[in-house]
């Protein structure tokens, strides 16, 4: 997944925290090879290779995964979508230098306009996929980290260990904690000229933006790279990984506006934060500080 895995667990024997964090790394390797485009027997690689009129089942995992993003594409109105998988390619490739700037701003159009005709379904009552016109390439990197992290989440409850952390890179955190152990864990966000320490609970924080990576994040209603805000970074709290991992991404790529829209419509977020001109603008469902 293309990042660092970081588990601490908390008020546990050694043996069983080691034991625990064997069993969950096994299963974040095993998603791995379930979810990524770049391991070319994956259920990923297999959805994107098919062709017009053919039909995939798929493992359960993949099924769950893409149905979350399917969901997440209609509550975002397109903002966010995995179907960017050969954007990013050619992105990657104008970064290395192989193509310029204008190849690269043709390349994009041609993939936007296929994406665009392509169809592929996923069969929302069993694990099947189906190829109406192929031309689309996934890529669940705006949700797989996230989804990892729910599934770590339930093996651990599975094992009786409720009080831990555990990150994905710098991108996604997860916080389980019995507060008879543990009242909370610490969190601060910052931009340049602002801070806030928050204590989370139970909770899941994901951040988006341009602060360490620059400008990787692809417009899927434009197909481009183009993101039309002034935010510097963005976090999105949720219950679950999977979708604060998404909304990160989508709600970087919306205008204050939508992301007041989108949090009036959904349950699923707790609050939002994002940087602009150097000061920090925090939303909840219930107060804007």
Known sequence: MATQFTLIIDDEPKEIAENASLQVFQLIDQLELQLSRFVPDSDISRINRMKANEQLPIDFETWEVMKIAIEMNQMTKGAFDIGVGR??????ASKQGILNELEMTNALEKVQQDKLAAGIFIDPEKPIAYCVKEGIQFDLGGIGKGYALDKVKLKLSALGIDTFSISAGDSTLLVSNNTAVKDSWHYSIASSQDKMDLELSNIVVSASGTFYQGNHIFNPRTGTNQVANDYHRLWVACPLAAYSDAFSTALFLSSEEEI?????????????????????QFLSKNHIY
């Open 260 to 280: 007041r829209q989108i949090m009036a419509e959904s349950d699923k977020i707790t609050w939002v934060a994002y940087s602009k001109d150097g000061n920090l």
């Open 87 to 92: 954007h990013m390619d050619i992105f990657r």
